[in-house]
């Protein structure tokens, strides 16, 4: 059984950081592209970030780009989103997602088979 579950999700100040991760199981971790997808209330969902089989493949969305970085620890099944000088427009629930495929179109959804339960972020002003 393929299972993502995020955790990190807090309340944190504007300027703060947090690092969210995604644990995963039950598929071929290090074959796969992960991303992060994010929703705040009443918006469209809205793609983060993404990092294929290498650490040295990633993208990310202009919003978060000099801010956010991704990585993963294919020793541990595990991808990380470090979230640095956050706003608080990164207030949002912020999912995991994987595809068994490369990072081309990462930042569609509808590439992604599998979802995560999200983690909620809150940045105050």
């Known amino acids: 059984e393929v299972q993502l579950e995020e955790s990190g999700g807090a309340l944190v100040q504007a300027g703060g950081s947090l690092r969210l991760s995604c644990s995963t199981s039950?598929?071929?971790?290090?074959?796969?592209?992960i991303g992060w997808f994010r929703q705040a209330p009443g918006k469209e969902r809205e793609w983060v970030s993404c990092?294929?089989?290498?650490?040295?493949?990633?993208f990310y969305a202009d919003s978060v780009k000099g801010r956010f970085l991704i990585s993963k620890d294919n020793a541990k099944n595990t991808v990380y989103l470090q979230m640095n000088n956050l706003e608080p427009e990164d207030s949002a629930v912020y999912y995991c997602?994987?595809?068994?495929?490369?990072?081309?179109?990462?930042?569609?959804?509808?590439?992604?088979?599998?979802w995560g339960q999200g983690t909620l972020v809150v940045v105050s002003s």
């Open positions: 990092i294929g089989s290498s650490n040295y493949n990633q």
């Open positions: 039950g598929f071929a971790f290090a074959d796969y592209t």
């Open positions: 997602v994987s595809k068994n495929s490369g990072t081309y179109d990462c930042d569609a959804s509808y590439e992604y088979t599998y």
